[in-house]
C-alpha cells in the first residue's frame, strides 16, 4: 500500500487519535475519569509512549508513524510536556491529578499543535493518494479508466 509518507498506517491509526485526545480537555474529563470507558491516560501514553511511538524519543519514528521532521520535532515536544507534568504529579497519580496539575495545559497545547499538523499531513497524503488515482479501499489499485474524476459509490 502506498501511504506517502509512513510504512506503518496502521499504527498511525493509534497515533493519531491519542494525540486528538491529548489535546481535548472535554473529552479527557467526559472519558477518561469515566469508570465505564475502556480510554483513559494510560491507554493513550501506552499508544502514544509504548505501543506505536516513542514520544520521549519519536525520531526512530519517522518514516514509520510520523511522516515529517516537523511531526517528530512537536511529538518531542508532547513528550517533554507530559513528562514533566509525570514528575510533578509522580507516575501512580489518577487522571484527575494529572489533569488538574498546572502543567496540563501544557501538554494540551502541544498536543493540539500537534493534532493539527499531523492531520493536516494526513489530508495531504490522501490527496495524493487521489492524484495517484487510487480508489477506495486503499489497497485498491490505482483506476485505470479514462475518466478524470472517479468517485466511489456509497
Same mark, same amino acid.
Given at each position: 500500500?502506498?501511504?506517502?509518507?509512513?510504512?506503518?498506517?496502521?499504527?498511525?491509526?493509534?497515533?493519531?487519535?491519542?494525540?486528538?485526545?491529548?489535546?481535548?480537555?472535554?473529552?479527557?474529563?467526559?472519558?477518561?475519569?469515566?469508570?465505564?470507558?475502556?480510554?483513559?491516560?494510560?491507554?493513550?501514553?501506552?499508544?502514544?509512549?509504548?505501543?506505536?511511538?516513542?514520544?520521549?524519543?519519536?525520531?526512530?519514528?519517522?518514516?514509520?508513524?510520523?511522516?515529517?521532521?516537523?511531526?517528530?520535532?512537536?511529538?518531542?515536544?508532547?513528550?517533554?510536556?507530559?513528562?514533566?507534568?509525570?514528575?510533578? /504529579?509522580? &507516575? @501512580? *497519580? #489518577?487522571?484527575?491529578?494529572? %489533569?488538574? =496539575?498546572?502543567?496540563?495545559? !501544557?501538554? /494540551?497545547? &502541544? @498536543? *493540539? #499543535?500537534?493534532?493539527?499538523? %499531523?492531520? =493536516?499531513?494526513?489530508?495531504? !497524503?490522501?490527496?495524493?493518494?487521489?492524484?495517484?488515482?487510487?480508489?477506495?479501499?486503499?489497497?485498491?489499485?490505482?483506476?485505470?479508466?479514462?475518466?478524470?474524476?472517479?468517485?466511489?459509490?456509497?
Amino acid at each position: 500500500m502506498i501511504d506517502h509518507g509512513v510504512a506503518l498506517p496502521y499504527y498511525r491509526l493509534h497515533v493519531v487519535p491519542a494525540v486528538v485526545a491529548m489535546a481535548s480537555p472535554t473529552w479527557q474529563r467526559e472519558v477518561w475519569l469515566d469508570p465505564d470507558q475502556l480510554e483513559d491516560l494510560d491507554y493513550t501514553v501506552h499508544v502514544l509512549f509504548d505501543d506505536f511511538c516513542d514520544a520521549s524519543n519519536p525520531l526512530p519514528w519517522l518514516g514509520q508513524s510520523l511522516r515529517t521532521e516537523e511531526e517528530v520535532e512537536l511529538m518531542a515536544r508532547l513528550g517533554a510536556a507530559y513528562s514533566a507534568v509525570q514528575d510533578s /504529579v509522580g &507516575a @501512580a *497519580a #489518577r487522571d484527575e491529578v494529572y %489533569l488538574d =496539575s498546572p502543567g496540563w495545559p !501544557a501538554v /494540551v497545547a &502541544a @498536543a *493540539a #499543535r500537534l493534532a493539527q499538523v %499531523l492531520v =493536516s499531513n494526513d489530508h495531504s !497524503a490522501l490527496s495524493k493518494l487521489h492524484d495517484a488515482r487510487y480508489s477506495w479501499p486503499l489497497d485498491a489499485e490505482p483506476a485505470t479508466s479514462g475518466t478524470e474524476d472517479q468517485h466511489v459509490g456509497s
